[in-house]
C-alpha cells in the first residue's frame, strides 16, 4: 500500500521492523523499489535474500526482473534471468519472458529483444510478450520490424475486437506520415481506442486528466 502510493520510506519501515520475513515480504518490497526506479536497491535486497536463507519464488523474479526494467539494470537483469533454473529452480513463464523483452525494448536494443523472442519459439507467440516488443519498435523507431510484430499480433487477434494494437501499429505509420493507412482499417472494422486516463494527487484532491 505505502509503496504504491509512493511513500516508499513508509513501505521501508513497515519491511524492516517486520518480525519475519519470507518471499512476499521481499517480494513487496523489491516490486516497490522497482516501480519507482530504485533499481540497484532491488538488486540489493533481492540478493540480500539468499543470506536470509528466504527463497525467491516465480513471483519474486517477476519483481526483480520488471525492477531492473524500469531502472535500466539490464545486464543484471539478463544474469538473474539465465540463472533462474540453475540456481533457483525455477521454470521461465511468460511472465518472465515478457520482463526481459520489456527489459531490452526499453533501453533501445530492439534487434536483441526480437531474437529473444524469436529464440523462444511457440512461447513467443503471446500478446504481452509481442505487445511489449511492438511498444518498444515504435519508442525507437524501428518501424519495418515494428510492422512485421503488429501484423502478427494482427493475426492473432483477429475476430476477437481488441484495438490496441491498430492504435500502436497507426502510430507507426503515422509517424511515418502515413497514419491514415491504418486509421481507415480501424474505421471499417468499427474498432476503438479506449481512453486513457491519469490521476494525480495534489494537496489532498485527486485530479483526473484525459487525451
Not at 540497484?40 to 519474486?60: C, H, I, N, Q, W
Not at 531492473?68 to 533457483?88: A, N, P, T
Request: hydrophobic share 35%; aromatic share 10%; glycine share 12%.
Amino acid at each position: 500500500m505505502y509503496s504504491k502510493s509512493g511513500a516508499i520510506i513508509y513501505a521501508e519501515n513497515v519491511f524492516f521492523i517486520s518480525p519475519e520475513k519470507n518471499s512476499v515480504t521481499y517480494t513487496g518490497m523489491i516490486l516497490g523499489y522497482g516501480q519507482h526506479g530504485f533499481g540497484e536497491k532491488a538488486l540489493s535486497l533481492f540478493y540480500s535474500m539468499k543470506e536470509s536463507d528466504v527463497r525467491p519464488d516465480g513471483v519474486t523474479l517477476v519483481a526483480i526482473l520488471s525492477a531492473c526494467s524500469y531502472s535500466g539494470c539490464v545486464d543484471k537483469g539478463l544474469q538473474i534471468f539465465e540463472s533462474m533454473e540453475r540456481e533457483y529452480g525455477i521454470r521461465p513463464s511468460c511472465e518472465h519472458h515478457c520482463c526481459v523483452t520489456d527489459m531490452l525494448g526499453r533501453v533501445g536494443r530492439v534487434e536483441e529483444a526480437y531474437e529473444f523472442v524469436k529464440e523462444l519459439g511457440e512461447e513467443g507467440n503471446n500478446f504481452r510478450i509481442l505487445g511489449s516488443l511492438l511498444a518498444a519498435c515504435r519508442n525507437h523507431g524501428e518501424f519495418e520490424l515494428g510492422k512485421n510484430v503488429a501484423n502478427k499480433l494482427l493475426q492473432m487477434e483477429r475476430g476477437k475486437g481488441l484495438s490496441g494494437y491498430h492504435v500502436l501499429l497507426s502510430n507507426i505509420y503515422a509517424e511515418e506520415g502515413n497514419w491514415e493507412y491504418v486509421r481507415k482499417g480501424m474505421r471499417e472494422k468499427g474498432l476503438t481506442k479506449d481512453v486513457g486516463y491519469s490521476w494525480v494527487d495534489v494537496a489532498g484532491r485527486v485530479n483526473s486528466f484525459m487525451s
